[in-house]
């Protein structure tokens, strides 16, 4: 809950909790705009991974890295 105090402080304005219990799951945050604030804080916890993901028209897309 340490995180969505956190990016709420910062700006963001909704939020996103998935998972199924146990270790793992993710959190999104919607907004700010300038989201910079809020991703140093959170990324000041060094609890998180933060994935730099945008919602675009076309839909999700796999991408193999291998």
Do not use: C, Y
């Not at 304005?13 to 959190?27: F, S």
């Not at 999104?28 to 989201?35: A, I, N, Q, R």
């Amino acid at each position: 809950w340490e995180a969505i105090d956190i990016a709420r402080r910062k700006g963001a304005i909704g939020w996103k909790v998935n998972g199924a219990g146990g270790d793992g799951g993710t959190v999104s945050f919607l907004g700010p705009e300038d989201p910079g604030e809020m991703l140093a804080a959170l990324e000041g916890l060094g609890l998180l991974t933060i994935l730099d993901l945008k919602p675009t028209q076309d839909g999700a897309h796999v991408v193999d890295k291998n």
